[in-house]
């Protein structure tokens, strides 16, 4: 199914995706849109043209400046809009006069990416971080206590761990942020400064359509109802901060000032085809068995970093030259994680957030945690890479031009990225767009 939108071979926004994100431009206020090709389509702009008067919904929904109002109207609704929206796109579209062949519809309301400035695509009220990835699990047991994690976390396979964080620090991609400062240990002396050991966190994340009352619980039968869309995620970590305060009730200043989303929701939907089952298949509680098998997805994440490198020119045996590139002149390679390395789908972590009668509220957003896999160049965290900091790890760089570059942990100036990518049996992409952060010097 194409599209009479130009939308190359390799772009993440096909029309099987079609992502929501709010933009803004030069002489707009944040505005809710899709994605298809290199454009942005302002449904602002068809709601308030009436075009999707006969699908008897709020279409006001679609004027606001964050999707909360839209995602609360349930997955019916969502389904029906993006039905209508393929219909409108599609190559061979029987709606030409909607858009297509309406100019000045088309001129007010498909805006080139390039054109627009992305923002963070709902109000989040809560955060919750769970700890579902089995390597990262095993690696950070063994980086920060040399243990087993059931020794540290016994109910690790039980039950889906997590935290609370922070929403007030959540930013959208592109957003830099400031080395943050804390207390922690060094040579035995508490140091109060900048943090030393700064990380990024490869994860995946959903966004809440709708809730429950408090008192109430979500079924692990019907937690997927609730799930208005997917984007990917850094839980940015000042690791020598996290590990000084976290011994009694979890990390708090090693995690809260700032966590970046890429800034297009990808709908349920859209992931169908690429559904998997979760790892280490075991006996749960019967508020955690799920009938579907296949309820995690199969995504790769690639993670990359810019910043500052030596790149070593060897002249003969005796005699090297050190040449240095300037900040982000090259990409280097980190990982290439996945989201199926969880033991925990979505769906049991919905219904464990909510067994005790935990509220669940429109745009809160649930993540993974660090989905690291088995292998060296699999992992999504330094923390792990390094064992802590003890072992310096080394990235190549992406082109295989520019060396190496050499980190334990990030460095300021330093910038991470992750994209992910997946193809349908018809040759289709869905992608998330880029989630990107930079990291500045301390204030």
Do not use: M
């Given at each position: 199914m194409g599209s009479w939108v130009?939308?190359?071979?390799?772009?993440?926004?096909?029309?099987?995706?079609?992502?929501?994100?709010?933009?803004?431009?030069?002489?707009?206020?944040?505005?809710?849109?899709?994605?298809?090709?290199?454009f942005v389509l302002d449904l602002k702009?068809?709601?308030?043209?009436?075009?999707?008067?006969?699908?008897?919904?709020?279409?006001?929904?679609?004027?606001?400046?964050?999707?909360?109002?839209?995602?609360?109207?349930?997955?019916?609704?969502?389904?029906?809009?993006?039905?209508?929206?393929?219909?409108i796109l599609q190559k061979d579209t029987q709606l030409g006069e909607v858009l297509r062949d309406n100019q000045d519809r088309r001129d007010r309301a498909l805006i080139p990416q390039s054109n627009v400035t992305m923002q963070l695509p709902m109000a989040i009220g809560d955060y919750t971080d769970f700890f579902v990835g089995y390597s990262?699990?095993?690696?950070?047991a063994t980086a920060m206590r040399g243990q087993p994690i059931e020794a540290i976390c016994p109910c690790f396979y039980n039950l889906p761990v997590a935290y609370h964080g922070r929403a007030s620090s959540v930013?959208?991609?592109?957003?830099?942020?400031?080395?943050?400062?804390?207390?922690?240990v060094v040579d035995g002396k508490v140091l109060s400064e900048p943090c030393r050991k700064l990380d990024y966190e490869v994860e995946f994340a959903c966004f809440i359509s709708h809730g429950n009352e408090h008192g109430t619980s979500i079924g692990v039968e019907d937690a997927e109802d609730h799930i208005f869309g997917f984007v990917l995620m850094n839980d940015w970590s000042a690791r020598d901060v996290q590990m000084y305060e976290a011994s009694m009730l979890g990390p708090f200043q090693g995690k809260?000032?700032?966590?970046?989303?890429?800034?297009?929701?990808?709908?349920?939907?859209a992931l169908e085809p690429f559904r998997t089952a979760p790892g280490a298949p075991r006996q749960l509680a019967e508020y955690l068995t799920q009938s579907k098998k296949e309820s995690a997805y199969n995504l790769p994440v690639v993670a990359t970093l810019q910043g500052k490198a030596k790149s070593k020119i060897i002249l003969n045996e005796h005699n090297e030259v050190d040449l240095e590139h300037a900040a982000g002149s090259e990409r280097y390679r980190i990982a290439t994680c996945n989201t199926n390395n969880v033991i925990f789908s979505f769906a049991q972590m919905i219904a464990h957030h909510t067994r005790d009668g935990c509220p669940l509220r429109t745009g809160d957003l649930i993540a993974t945690g660090t989905i690291s896999g088995a292998n060296p160049d699999e992992i999504g965290c330094f923390l792990e890479s390094t064992l802590n900091g003890k072992f310096p790890y080394e990235l190549p760089?992406?082109?295989?031009?520019?060396?190496?570059?050499?980190?334990?942990?990030?460095?300021?100036?330093?910038?991470?990225?992750?994209?992910?990518?997946?193809?349908?049996?018809?040759?289709?992409?869905?992608?998330?767009?880029?989630?990107?952060?930079?990291?500045?010097?301390?204030?």
């Open positions: 130009k939308v190359a071979e390799n772009s993440d926004f096909s029309l099987q995706n079609l992502p929501y994100g709010i933009f803004s431009t030069a002489g707009s206020n944040p505005r809710i849109a899709v994605a298809i090709g290199d702009v068809l709601a308030q043209d009436k075009v999707f008067e006969d699908l008897g919904f709020d279409a006001t929904t679609l004027e606001q400046p964050t999707f909360n109002g839209y995602a609360a109207l349930g997955r019916k609704v969502h389904r029906q809009v993006r039905r209508r929206l393929q219909e990262h699990a095993v690696n950070c930013v959208v991609s592109g957003t830099p942020f400031h080395r943050p400062k804390g207390q922690f809260n000032f700032c966590t970046t989303v890429s800034p297009w929701i990808v709908p349920f939907d760089a992406e082109k295989g031009s520019q060396g190496t570059l050499i980190r334990t942990f990030l460095e300021d100036g330093d910038t991470v990225e992750y994209s992910a990518q997946a193809r349908t049996k018809d040759g289709f992409v869905v992608g998330f767009g880029v989630c990107r952060g930079q990291v500045l010097p301390a204030i």
